[in-house]
């Protein structure tokens, strides 16, 4: 798919999915699977038993009310015969599992030779720990039901995998103090973040970065943002505020957000020192 011209604003909503885009793509997904199950012969109950799922999961896939995970349609196509059908929709039905607002950059994301973040409000989903992804989730208003929570969960997690791409992306974080003192779910929920913001910011290739609060210069006063370059040199600024993001093209601004990103760096708590300050402030909670 290509890149938008210049900027694209998307809205998702109420922010409570699912959304027209995802769920059709669901639904899609649903009825060739029915499809396939039906001409196998094979009745819920059964097909279940085949591919380890209860009989309300497969009904759920099959009426698009939830987002079948890669492992079970590779085990669907097999199972029903279905010639690479299902696998063949594997990336469109990964993508339905995020926020509409969010599609366009998770696929930029996972594109991405280099990836430099600004964070100001949350510790970035990459770097989230699940039980801090659970209580940031828990917190939305309007509330997410049970069913909409999981499955935002699970795909914050899968995310993640970007720490095992091979060859690796060079990730880069710099982060407000006032997001890492910030105790959401609760003392145990922080502790467990900032342990795993220890253990990811040893990674050869991350480098994560504390924005303190005593700091009397700071240009990123305008807010949070991501910058992805993918290979060719290509580079997008992706924005996001209350359930609307921004994807950012045009070369001139995403320059100037890549300019404002290296002097935010530049005043920030060094990686070593950064990796002080959390090793600190956990002996604090």
Known sequence: MAEP??????TSGDGDEPEAGGSG????????????RVRAGLERPEFGSLTGYSVSTIAAYEQGRRV????????????LDAGGVLQEMKEEVARAQYPAFFRDAAR????????WVYATQAVPGLLQTEEYMRAVFGMWRPLLDEETVEQRVAARLA??????????????FVIDEAVVRRPLGGRSVIRGQLEQLMLVGAFRNVEIQIMPLDREDNAGVDGPFTLLYR????????????????????RREVQGIASRYGI???????PRESSAFVEKLLGEV
């Open 5 to 10: 011209a210049g900027r694209v604003d998307e």
């Open 68 to 79: 079948p995970p890669p492992r079970f349609i590779d085990q669907a196509d097999e199972v």
């Open 264 to 270: 935010i760096r530049a005043q920030a708590l060094d």
């Open 25 to 36: 793509v669901l639904r899609v997904f649903g009825r060739q699977l029915k499809r396939f």
């Open 159 to 172: 995310r993640q995998h970007v720490f095992e791409r091979r060859p690796a992306p060079l990730l880069s």
């Open 108 to 115: 930029l994301e996972s594109e991405a030779v280099e990836l």
């Open 231 to 250: 290979a060719g040199g290509d580079q997008v600024a992706y924005l996001e505020a209350q359930g609307r993001s921004t994807m950012v093209s045009d």
